[in-house]
């Protein structure tokens, strides 16, 4: 089983790449799912087929769904929302605003990604192909597993506690209607349960890894740089960068202009991607649209028939490890692409909070540095460690002989 995520700024080519790949998986005789969850659908374009929430076969073996975000965010949230909107309402909060408050963002993403796993755990394909949405929501809702979680473990049964505590006084007065009811929590805590299932299946490199789609320009590169930094962070495997919309050489002083410009990114990029393979896909003279263009697509990717298999899971790039060093611990994380001046590390409690870059994430500490302190920290050639040494304080009494 493997799932491959294809992500990039809008209009770059991530539907586009992800049905040629998803078409040529097929055609070499793997039973192939293509999911969009970009809330903006376009692989039934793409692929010339009307598409719905429910996975139709396009050709022999492969099969195409377009996930509907908005009737799974209504499922699973509904219990939540009902008591916002209550709440607000009741707060003189007139019912269209209230409406508009209430729809969190990123939450449908997140949703979709939930069906990408039904559709894992199901069990009748060899591989998903995933259209995801752009950049920026592709990174927050990857990043909400761990958030929510962190919030649900340390400060939500507080939070559920003050609420049982609370609702008879508030009733007393007239405001049950201000303290969440209980089922409300358990909403929470099932959604973060599914959360959990879903953040294990895409963080396992021997099953997911994401390929990132960019064209040769400086804007968008720069922004490709951040999302591989950020997934690096996260520990999403990155396995392939493809460069779309090369233009072939020409003689006009346009095309000549563009294509040194472009060549000169493509030279820039496969330096900051060391050790990615960067694939080149030409501009094509229309849009390739239609199963025999995406074919086209998919022979400029992976070679012609039988070509390269495009599901073959990477050598693997450890994104963090920890290793006893004398009476020390070292923590390593990979983080590439990142200047040294934009990490940071502090322990709170049980955990290491690491901003790197703008983007922040809670490490729940191994249960064998929880009981040491941090004694160092650096970051070269491309790695962050953190030193550790067992503080005699916090261990058990006679464990530290
Ligand atoms: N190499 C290419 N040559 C010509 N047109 C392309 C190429 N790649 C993509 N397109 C076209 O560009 C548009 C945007 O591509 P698409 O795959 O939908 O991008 P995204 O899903 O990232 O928004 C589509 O009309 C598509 O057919
Ligand atoms: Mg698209």
């Known amino acids: 089983m493997r799932i491959i995520l294809f992500t990039g700024k809008g209009g770059v080519g991530k539907t586009t790449t992800a049905s040629a790949t998803a078409l040529r998986l097929a055609d070499r005789g793997v039973k192939t799912l293509l999911l969009s969850t970009d809330s903006a659908h376009s692989l039934g374009d793409?692929?010339?087929?009307?598409?719905?929430?429910?996975?139709?076969?396009?050709?022999?073996?492969?099969?195409?769904?377009?996930?509907?975000?908005?009737?799974?965010?209504?499922?699973?949230?509904?219990?939540?929302?009902?008591?916002?909107?209550?709440?607000?309402?009741?707060?003189?909060?007139?019912?269209?605003?209230?409406?508009?408050?209430?729809?969190?963002?990123?939450?449908?993403?997140?949703?979709?990604?939930?069906?990408?796993?039904?559709?894992?755990?199901a069990g009748n394909w060899d591989v998903l192909v995933v259209d995801c949405a752009p950049t920026a929501e592709t990174l927050r809702l990857l990043a909400l597993p761990e958030a929510l979680g962190w919030y649900l473990q340390k400060v939500f049964p507080a939070h559920r506690r003050l609420a049982r505590g609370m609702r008879p006084i508030a009733a007393m007065m007239g405001r049950g209607d201000v303290i969440p009811p209980d089922s409300l929590f358990d909403a929470l805590l099932r959604l973060s349960d599914d959360l959990a299932a879903v953040?294990?299946?895409?963080?396992?490199?021997?099953?997911?890894?994401?390929?990132?789609?960019?064209?040769?320009?400086?804007?968008?590169?720069?922004?490709?740089?951040?999302?591989?930094?950020?997934?690096?962070?996260?520990?999403y495997a990155v396995?392939?960068?493809?460069?779309?919309?090369?233009?072939?050489?020409?003689?006009?002083?346009?095309?000549?202009?563009?294509?040194?410009?472009?060549?000169?990114?493509?030279?820039?990029?496969?330096?900051?991607?060391?050790?990615?393979?960067?694939?080149?896909?030409?501009?094509?003279?229309?849009?390739?649209?239609?199963?025999?263009?995406?074919?086209?697509?998919?022979?400029?990717?992976?070679?012609?028939?039988?070509?390269?298999?495009?599901?073959?899971?990477?050598?693997?790039?450890?994104?963090?490890?920890?290793?006893?060093?004398?009476?020390?611990?070292?923590?390593?994380?990979w983080l590439p692409l990142v200047e040294r001046a934009a990490v940071d590390a502090v322990r709170a409690g049980d955990d290491l909070v690491l901003t790197v870059a703008g983007h922040r994430r809670v490490l729940s500490l191994p249960s064998v540095l929880r009981r040491c302190e941090v004694v160092g920290g650096e970051f070269a050639d491309r790695q962050l460690s953190v030193r550790f040494r067992p503080d005699p304080a916090q261990w058990p009494r006679g464990a530290a002989q």
Do not use: C, K
């Open 46 to 121: 793409a692929l010339d087929t009307p598409l719905g929430n429910e996975p139709v076969e396009v050709v022999n073996g492969l099969w195409a769904a377009q996930i509907d975000t908005q009737r799974r965010f209504e499922a699973a949230w509904h219990e939540v929302q009902r008591f916002l909107l209550d709440l607000l309402s009741r707060s003189g909060v007139d019912p269209i605003t209230a409406e508009e408050l209430t729809v969190l963002p990123g939450v449908e993403e997140v949703l979709a990604l939930l069906a990408v796993r039904d559709f894992a755990v």
């Open 199 to 235: 953040r294990e299946l895409l963080a396992d490199p021997a099953v997911t890894s994401v390929r990132l789609v960019l064209t040769p320009e400086s804007v968008v590169a720069a922004e490709a740089r951040r999302t591989f930094t950020a997934l690096a962070l996260y520990g």
């Open 239 to 333: 396995d392939l960068v493809i460069a779309n919309r090369v233009f072939p050489p020409g003689r006009d002083a346009f095309r000549a202009a563009w294509v040194r410009a472009q060549q000169a990114q493509l030279a820039e990029l496969r330096e900051s991607f060391a050790g990615l393979p960067v694939r080149e896909l030409p501009y094509g003279a229309a849009e390739p649209v239609g199963v025999e263009a995406l074919r086209g697509v998919a022979d400029s990717l992976y070679g012609e028939l039988p070509g390269r298999d495009p599901a073959a899971v990477p050598e693997s790039v450890e994104l963090m490890s920890v290793d006893a060093e004398g009476d020390q611990y070292v923590l390593r994380m």
